[in-house]
């Protein structure tokens, strides 16, 4: 054996040579084995598919770029082989015998490329050359040849080295281009397996390169040519999203989501007990990652290749040779600039692409889970939690791929250094490598502390987002109440827990910057591998911790049980719809509870309930204040938790919830939900619901916009708008809950004759909760609830009317039922002739017609110098020049250093005597060293400290300015969009903003010193200095104005999905009643769809300029490199560069490449992040309120509550019309008046004005003969009480509910809730520290307003307010409140808005307004014995 090997290697030994690998073993191993191994599998293909005689495709069909492919590059392949044989067979001709291992090498990569030509053209390349494995294996190949050529490098002449790297191009040409032409034909894709190496899917020809035409090129794919077009769009005129590029079908959300979902499903199939979305994730895109990884792979191999060619250049210049090697190798390392900057620009790009998939994936993934999972499921996470997750945690996990092929690639870049390193040093590389191995436990330290701060600062992140959604939401109710300073104060506390957490992981990433910047960096080789061992390993640990919380959501159960199915659960057996036969709803002995499946119920909000409803029946739910009513029909929903029984829900569902869920869009948008329009249908349920007169009032008719929430609307127009909806999905079983207290008599029985016992709902089942007599009496079934359970339940004929009605003091009114029936029935035949406009008017009147909603502003053009100088503002200046001075010296330090090394090996080299000793040299450049720690340390800690300070006070000036903004703002604002700028664009002021500017400051600071040593050591550089600036500023300027455009763009167009997403989770149980998810998933999807291409178009616009820089910056290190070779031959008139210093001029222009597009997209990428700052300056000159008042009051005012309107006219907009007009009214002190009158008669306008929410136009309101517009408007609002219309609940203890300033003692607090006959379910519930849930979830609607009944009478003011505070309770509590307001309010002046002619019969006065003018005044029992009084005419309607 020893023999043969002899015969192989003659003159060296086989494996190790004393110092690395012998040149025998890597020609043996890493090059014949290889090549072997290669020509077994082609020919074992090709002889498999000849026996196999498979269809294969003609050459027809072969385009150009595959025959390019298939027959030019194996040409190529063949011939540089050959040359290379012709060069053994002439040494060895000239007696200089290598050894047979070279020939072994040559002859076998001579065999591979002509095994491939002879096969490709005799059997179907399809089969042979773009098998899977084959093309697998070829990008393997390439990666190991790219590593024998290194380890080879320093030992070959310079034209074997240019030969040997011809071969290794070929190789990656080759395995690309295989794996590109075999994804681009659908015919070769078989599974999810073969997924492309580089495109990820079939986007070379479809998708973002549609705009290429037919006549799309390769060329253009590889310079991203195709985004011209949109970049010149993009100097000329601002950019609308028609003019980005067609986004590519698989970054489409639906596909995206189809990948992910079928994923997703096989986890929690396989995983049931622990799925993991990141495995899912590693599932539907870890094959094509692996194969982008080792496209990094060659990549990162080719960018050894400048440092080894620059080491040689080197060498060559020190010895002074004069042949044309120096220029080969010149013009090589250009070269290599050139191919590094297309796979650079490919990989990121490919990579980004990937990443939108994630993106995307996970966004609609969040939403379909919001739209699945179950009210009670869901009650576990907070709205703000749910929020992050779509805001940032979704960012956060698609920014794992950045950091995963750091592990992939770190040990290969740092095995081949320290092996180039032990070639050039030997073992002294060693104390450089204990340095870096002793950091590695240190970064661990620090990367386990960050990840802690992380999960901290995210929990206290969650908790911001949810009181900020809170207090947006609550906000008109916060400023009657005068609460908003408080709310504010809350959030702030939230706020500076946050920027704790957040100082804690800044001030550790200062801590990194400096270990990477001032650690002993292993030559410049070491110093890539360091940053991404220090910086990325943060990335990761952050995005794990997101990835777990999505997976905690993700995995809550669905409880999704289609229509005609049995929701049940043990012992039940599951009933068959052959066993409930011509039953619309059945419920058999059922227990509910609103708590989540991972709790422990504590107690079933419906227990042990049986009820079956025949279909088409009409059941009447009733039942005092937290009897269950609600619960009852969110369980048939099943959005509660079924701990026990079964139910059953027949056909489709229509449901109508409480507090009314409107869509921001247009009236006819809200009652169409997706289903198509059918004109006879949609105006009669327009009339049906009374609607129509409202309507065609409207400016632009039903094409009117409504703003979020329903802002614009009226409390009753809401309610009806919500049962027009349901009246015109035409569906079996329709569920309405308490809909005719929102609105008044009239219009109640108007809506409950012509709609719910109208023709358009005839032969429907209907489940009514109601606490109104008529609709009792009209139901075919009655069911009666108390505290979960069915207490009575009968037809109507059998009900004791007598017990529910024995407190309405005006029982006699019924018999004027039948007369009212006529009136209503004679009324809307007259109304019919109002009917909805024809399409044509509504569309010209919509012309002219101002929107409620303002449409989100974009500035246009560069970022202004304004916004710079405020965020610097933000940070302070003291700090931002400490920061710039530190930089500028740190790299000053650095160059210094360099230029003591250079001038040290000149002085050394020159003559053996030095003119200083060794010490001193050391003790100079130790000086350096410690200068440079000293400024980098101060740089990394003050730029830490710069960005939390702007961060915090950013914050606190935008909540400030948002606290004090008038109502009117956040009615015509919607809440995503206040929300987006309090979330993403806060979180890239936080974390984004700071590090980009570090990183571009560095960047600035470094090209400078580059620039300036480069002048100094190649003068003729100096030449090339205005040409290279101007076209760079060119190519800059052209760049920058299409990013900002895109930037805002991308923040414009983020803004829907908050919006839509925040809207979903409102409403979600409204959807999933309707069964429209698909509906809102695709409306969801569009908004994905338009982010996705404006992130798509930024990323090739950023691409695009990227690859140009890098080609321009390859020109240069041509440039120098060549000027040093002929300086070295003596050609220049003028040349200060001693060898030392154009080493070290030749050093530093090798990372120019990389220095020059890294500024740049730092410098746009900083441009683009300011655009979040500008936002947030936009929310900072938003009109405030008026705080100023020159009256302080004393704390007993109002003392008497005197309250006179004159001439009073208030409009909420100026194309509305008046909502007040020219109203006069005086109210005594110490009376109790009723504010009556039809929907959208202005009952809750005298309150906007009155509570100065809205400013009057003309006309003046005095309290106590104090004119309101002279005392400050908070002052004012905490003197009144209120109660509002929406009873508003927060997320705490019910103390802090009740009484958030702690000025009253529980015995007070018990009293209250004892006179608002809520005492009892609050002692059920656990007592005055019982958590209420977000948005007062624990209790019932009509329980939360005896709460803010009883937190109003805690206030003890001398004015209360009470907008229809009674609508959701029943009669009978309805009436003891009456009683207890008449008693506990007496000698207070108490204004009561109501519907209910009950709640205002015994009051001392009356008000009667119609369309915002006073119609009646007086006292409503002398106005009853007037039958010509307007009052008299609304009791006669009434049945209280």
């Known amino acids: 054996m020893e023999d043969f090997f002899a015969l192989i290697c003659p003159n060296s030994p086989f494996v190790w040579n004393g110092e690395r690998f012998s040149e025998c073993f890597e020609d043996i191993v890493l090059g014949f084995a290889i090549n072997i191994v290669t020509v077994v599998m082609i020919v074992l293909l090709g002889f498999n598919q000849k026996i196999d005689q498979r269809v294969r495709r003609s050459d027809a069909q072969t385009t150009l770029p595959e025959k390019f492919v298939l027959d030019f590059i194996p040409a190529v392949g063949a011939c540089l082989s050959i040359i290379n044989i012709i060069f053994l067979w002439k040494k060895e001709h000239n007696s200089h015998f290598d050894g047979y291992h070279k020939w072994f090498y040559s002859c076998s990569e001579l065999m591979v490329w002509i095994n491939t030509i002879l096969f490709a053209k005799c059997v179907s390349s399809q089969f042979i050359v773009f098998n899977r494995v084959l093309c697998f294996w070829w990008i393997l190949k390439a990666v190991l040849a790219v590593f024998y050529l290194i380890t080879k490098f320093p030992s070959l002449e310079v034209s074997i080295c240019i030969m040997e790297s011809l071969v290794v191009l070929l190789n990656i040409s080759f395995g690309i281009a295989i794996n590109v032409i075999r994804i681009k034909r659908p015919s070769f894709k078989s599974s999810l397996l073969e997924d492309p190496l580089l495109s990820n899917g079939v986007d070379l020809e479809e998708g973002g390169y549609h705009d290429l035409g037919n006549n799309g090129s390769f060329w253009d794919l590889m310079t991203f040519k195709f985004i011209t077009p949109v970049m010149n769009h993009g100097v000329l005129k601002q950019l609308d999203s028609e003019d980005l590029l067609l986004l590519p079908d698989d970054l489409g959300p639906s596909s995206c989501h189809e990948v992910i979902l079928s994923c997703w499903e096989a986890q929690l199939s396989n995983n049931g007990s622990s799925p993991s979305l990141f495995r899912a994730l590693c599932s539907a895109y870890g094959w094509p990652y692996l194969r982008l990884g080792l496209l990094k792979v060659i990549n990162d191999c080719i960018g050894f290749a400048g440092p080894l060619l620059l080491n040689k250049l080197i060498q060559f210049l020190q010895q002074g040779s004069v042949n044309l090697d120096g220029y080969l190798l010149a ?23 990937l990443k939108l998939k994630l993106r995307s994936s996970i966004m609609t993934l969040i939403y379909e889970k919001c739209l699945h999972v179950n009210l009670a499921e869901r009650s576990k996470f907070t709205n703000g939690e749910i929020q992050t997750f779509m805001s940032v945690d979704a960012d956060r996990t698609v920014n794992l791929c950045n950091s995963f092929h750091d592990m992939w690639s770190l040990p290969l870049q740092i095995g081949v250094a320290l092996y180039l390193l032990y070639t050039q040093v030997k073992f002294a590389f060693v104390s450089g490598l204990a340095i870096t191995i002793l950091l590695i436990p240190v970064n661990k330290w620090i990367s386990t502390l960050i990840a802690s701060a992380t999960e901290q600062m995210m929990k206290e992140k969650d908790e911001r987002i949810r009181r900020t959604g809170e207090l947006l939401t609550y906000i008109r109710t916060l400023k009657m109440y005068g609460w908003e300073l408080l709310f504010s104060s809350w959030l702030m506390n939230t706020r500076s827990l946050e920027i704790k957490h957040l100082a804690t992981r800044k001030y550790l990433d200062a801590w990194c910057v400096f270990f990477w910047a001032t650690t002993p960096t292993l030559f410049s080789l070491f110093t890539f591998g360091l940053f991404a061992l220090m910086g990325h390993q943060l990335d990761a640990a952050m995005a794990i911790i997101s990835s777990r919380r999505l997976s905690r959501f993700l995995s809550c159960p669905e409880h999704k049980f289609k229509v005609g199915e049995t929701n049940s659960c043990p ?20 227990s509910c509870t609103w708590s989540s499946s991972e709790e422990q119920a504590l107690n079933s909000v419906l227990d042990h309930v049986t009820l079956s409803v025949s279909q088409g029946c009409f059941v009447a739910v009733i039942g005092e204040v937290g009897s269950g009513k609600s619960s009852l029909l969110y369980s048939v929903l099943g959005e509660m938790r079924l701990a026990r029984g079964s139910i059953y829900s027949k056909e489709s ?14 009236v006819r948008d809200n009652i169409l939900f997706g ?16 609607l129509d007169v409202d309507v065609s009032l409207m400016v632009g008719g039903d094409m009117a916009y409504i703003g979020e929430k329903g802002v614009n609307l009226s409390g009753g127009q809401r309610a009806r708008l919500a049962l027009a909806r349901a009246l015109y999905h035409d569906s079996d079983v329709v569920m309405l809950d308490d809909v005719l207290s929102a609105v008044d008599v009239q219009v109640a029985q108007c809506i409950l004759h012509n709609a719910i016992l109208g023709p358009l709902m005839q032969r429907k089942t209907r489940l009514l909760c109601t606490h109104n007599i008529q609709a009792i009496s009209s139901a075919d079934m009655i069911v ?51 009917q909805s406009l024809p399409d044509t008017v509504i569309m010209h009147s919509l012309e002219g017609s101002e929107e409620i909603v303002e449409v989100e502003l974009r500035k246009e053009g560069k970022v202004e110098l304004g ?41 050394t080299t020159k003559s053996s005597q030095t003119r200083y000793s060794v010490s001193f040299y050391l003790v100079i450049l130790c000086l350096f060293c410690i200068m440079n720690s000293f400024f980098t340390l101060v740089r990394a800690f003050s730029f830490a400290f710069g960005g939390l300070q702007a961060a915090t006070k950013v914050h606190n000036k935008l909540l400030n300015k948002l606290i004090n903004a008038p109502v009117q703002f956040f009615d015509q604002t919607p809440g995503g969009r206040i929300l987006n700028r309090l979330s993403s664009d806060l979180y890239t002021i936080d974390d984004s903003l700071p590090f980009i500017m570090n990183i571009l400051l560095a960047n600035f600071v470094g090209l400078l010193g580059i620039a300036i040593i480069l002048c100094y050591v190649q003068v003729f550089f100096l030449l090339l200095l205005l040409p290279f600036w101007y076209i760079y500023s060119r190519l800059q300027f052209f760049y920058r104005s299409t990013s900002r455009e895109l930037r805002r763009l991308d923040s414009v167009s983020r ?34 769809t338009l982010y996705q291409k404006t992130s798509y178009t930024e990323i090739v616009a950023s691409l695009w300029l990227s690859l140009r820089l890098q080609l321009l910056a390859a020109f240069i290190i041509s440039f120098i490199a060549v000027m040093a070779v002929v300086g070295s031959h003596g050609s220049l008139p003028v040349n200060f560069a001693s060898p030392g210093l154009v080493g070290l001029a030749l050093s530093y222009a090798a990372p120019i490449v990389s220095l020059l597009g890294s500024f740049l997209s730092s410098f746009t990428e900083t441009e683009k992040e300011m655009v979040s700052v500008e936002r947030a300056l936009q929310y900072m000159d938003i009109p405030q309120e008026e705080q100023t008042g020159c009256l302080y009051l004393n704390t007993d005012w109002p003392n008497q509550g005197v309250i006179e309107f004159q001439y009073v006219t208030l409009k909420y907009m100026p194309s509305l019309p008046d909502a007040l007009r020219n109203l006069s009214f005086r109210i005594a002190g110490g009376t109790q008046v009723g504010i009556i009158g039809r929907t959208g008669a202005g009952k809750s306008s005298v309150l906007n004005a009155l509570f100065r929410l809205t400013p009057i136009c003309t006309g003046s309101i005095t309290i106590d003969d104090v004119d309101i517009k002279s005392i400050p408007v908070r002052e004012l609002r905490t003197h009144l009480a209120v109660v509002p219309q929406s009873p508003f609940l927060f997320e705490g203890s019910l103390r802090d509910n009740l009484d958030p300033f702690k000025m009253n003692d529980d015995l007070k607090i018990w009293n209250a809730l004892e006179k608002c006959h809520v005492k009892e379910e ?16 624990s209790f019932s609607v009509g329980q939360r307003q005896l709460l803010c009944l009883a937190r109003a009478l805690l206030k003890s003011s001398k004015v209360l307010c009470l907008d229809e505070c009674t609508a959701s309770v029943d009669i009978q509590t309805a009436s003891l409140l009456q009683n207890t307001i008449s008693s506990e309010c007496e000698g207070m002046t108490v204004l009561t808005i109501a519907h209910r002619i009950s709640t205002v019969i015994n009051m001392d006065s009356i008000l009667i307004l119609d369309h915002g003018k006073l119609a009646e005044q007086g006292n409503p029992q002398v106005l009853l014995k007037d039958d010509t009084s307007t009052f008299s005419s609304f009791v006669r309607a009434s049945a209280m």
């Open 1055 to 1088: 803004s829907p999905i908050y919006t839509s997403f925040t809207e979903t989770l409102d409403g979600s149980s409204t959807i999933r009643a309707f069964k429209s998810e698909d509906f809102f998933f695709a409306k969801f999807a569009e908004h994905i």
């Open 867 to 907: 916004v710079y100088k405020n965020y610097a503002v933000f940070t302070g200046w003291i700090i931002t020049v400490i920061i710039c001075l530190s930089a500028i010296l740190m790299q000053a330090s650095r160059n210094g250093n360099d230029l003591w090394l250079s001038y040290w090996v000149d002085t």
């Open 675 to 690: 289903k198509s329009y059918d004109t006879e249908r949609y105006t009669d349920t327009l009339q049906a619901c009374a």
């Open 653 to 666: 569902i229509a449901y109508v919830p409480q507090v009314p869920w409107i869509l921001s869009g247009t």
């Open 571 to 590: 012992p039940f057996p599951s009933k068959q719809p052959d066993s409930v036969q011509g039953l619309a709803v059945f419920i058999q002995d059922a």
């Open 331 to 353: 013009l090589s390392l250009g070269l290599t600039s050139i191919i590094k900057s297309f796979l650079d620009t490919q990989y990121t790009f490919h990579l980004s692409k």
């Open 1322 to 1337: 609050v002692e059920e519930a656990g007592g005055l520290d019982v958590l209420v849930k977000e948005s007062g979830m």
């Open 784 to 834: 009666v609830m108390d505290k979960g359970h069915i207490k009575w339940m009968g037809r109507s004929t059998d009900f004791p009317f007598s017990s529910y009605t024995a407190f309405s003091p005006l029982n006699e009114i019924d018999s004027a039922l039948q007369n009212h029936r006529q009136s209503c029935s004679t009324s809307l035949s007259s109304k019919s002739t109002e």
